[in-house]
C-alpha cells in the first residue's frame, strides 16, 4: 500500500511499510509495524490517511494508543472497558437521579465520561459503545444535538424524543409507576405488571400514544396506552421517515427541574434501564 517498487519491511504483512526500518531500508508510514491493525487508514470513520490502531475493526480509532499512533476516538478498542457518553445538565453526577445512572452503568463495567448538555458535540459520540441522554440534560440545550449518532442511544429526556426523531412531544404525568406492556420481551428485564420507576419530589413519567414501529416495552400504570418505553431496531423508520441509524430505547422517566427536585431512580426503573442499554449495545 506504500509502494511496489521500494524496499521496505513490513513484519506485521498488513501491506503498509515500518516508518522505522533498519538502515539501508526504504521509509514506509505503517507507525507500528509489529501490530496488523495499525496502519494509515486502518480507523477509516476517523482518518482515511492517519496511522491509527483499530483493533476492534469498528473503524474507530483508538482514543489512547502507544507512543507514535495518531489517537482516535474509540474509548474502548481494547474491549475491556466499554464506555458510555452520558449527557446530563451540568456534566457532574450531582444529584440522586444521575448518580443512579451512573451506578447502574458502572455495575456492567462501563467507563462513564460525563459530558454537560451546554458541550457535548455529535462528534463525542464516535467510536463510544453508547450514548445515554439523561433527564437532567435540558432539552433547550441538548436539543436534536445526538439525532445523527450512530451510536446506540437511549434517551430518557423525553422533551427531545421529537427532535431526535424518535416520537412526538411527550405527556407528562406526576404517576411513578409503570405497567410493562410484554412481560418475555428482554427488555421488560423479567419484570410483570406494575413497578415503581422514580419517585420523590418532581418525579413523573413522559409519555406518548404508541410510535409507530416501535416495539412497547411499558406505559403508565392504570393507562396502558400512554407509552413511556418503546425501542427501535437499526433501520427502522421513526417519527417523520428518519430512519434509526443505530438502535435506540426512549424511556420517559422525569425529574422536574422546577424547585429543588430530589428524585431517585428505582431498583425497578434501574432495571428497565440496564436492560434497555444491554439490548441496544447487543444489535
Known amino acids: 500500500n506504500d509502494s ?3 524496499c521496505m519491511q513490513d513484519d506485521d504483512e498488513d501491506g503498509w511499510g515500518d516508518d522505522d526500518p533498519p538502515e539501508g531500508v526504504t521509509e514506509g508510514t505503517d507507525c507500528d509495524d509489529g501490530d496488523v491493525a495499525t496502519f494509515p487508514g486502518a480507523a477509516e470513520l476517523d482518518s482515511m490517511t492517519e496511522c491509527m490502531q483499530d483493533e476492534d475493526e469498528d473503524g474507530w480509532g483508538d482514543d489512547s494508543p502507544q507512543d507514535g499512533v495518531t489517537a482516535g476516538s474509540d474509548c474502548s478498542d481494547d474491549g475491556v472497558d466499554p ?22 452503568l458502572q455495575l456492567d463495567g462501563y467507563e462513564v465520561l460525563n459530558f454537560a448538555d451546554t458541550d457535548v458535540v455529535l462528534a463525542d459520540g464516535n467510536g463510544v459503545d453508547v450514548v445515554v441522554i439523561s433527564e437532567t440534560a435540558l432539552s ?22 421529537d427532535e431526535m426523531g424518535m416520537a412526538p412531544e411527550p405527556g407528562i404525568t406526576n404517576i411513578d409507576d409503570v405497567v410493562i406492556l410484554d412481560d418475555a420481551d428482554p427488555l421488560a428485564a ?56 443505530n438502535r435506540r430505547v426512549g424511556l420517559g ?7 429543588a427536585p430530589v428524585v431517585t431512580v428505582e431498583a425497578d426503573g434501574i432495571a428497565l434501564f440496564r436492560a434497555a442499554v444491554t439490548w441496544v449495545t447487543e444489535g
Do not use: H, R
Not at 464506555?83 to 447502574?104: F, H, K, M, S
Not at 413523573?204 to 407509552?227: E, K, M, N, R, Y
Open 140 to 161: 433547550g440545550e441538548i436539543g436534536g444535538t445526538m439525532a445523527d449518532t450512530t451510536a446506540p442511544l437511549v434517551c430518557l429526556e423525553g422533551l427531545v424524543w
Open 190 to 245: 423479567g419484570l410483570t405488571g406494575n413497578v415503581t420507576a422514580v419517585s420523590g419530589t418532581g418525579a413523573g413519567l413522559f409519555f406518548v400514544p404508541a410510535p409507530a414501529g416501535a416495539t412497547l416495552i411499558a406505559g403508565v400504570a392504570g393507562s396502558p396506552d400512554d407509552v413511556v418505553e418503546f425501542a427501535y431496531e437499526s433501520g427502522a423508520t421513526m417519527l417523520a421517515g428518519f430512519v434509526a441509524p
Open 253 to 259: 422517566y422525569d425529574a422536574d427541574q422546577a424547585g
Open 4 to 6: 511496489k517498487d521500494e
Open 83 to 104: 464506555c458510555v457518553v452520558l449527557i446530563t445538565q451540568d456534566g457532574t453526577a450531582d444529584n440522586t437521579y444521575d448518580q443512579g445512572l451512573i451506578a447502574a
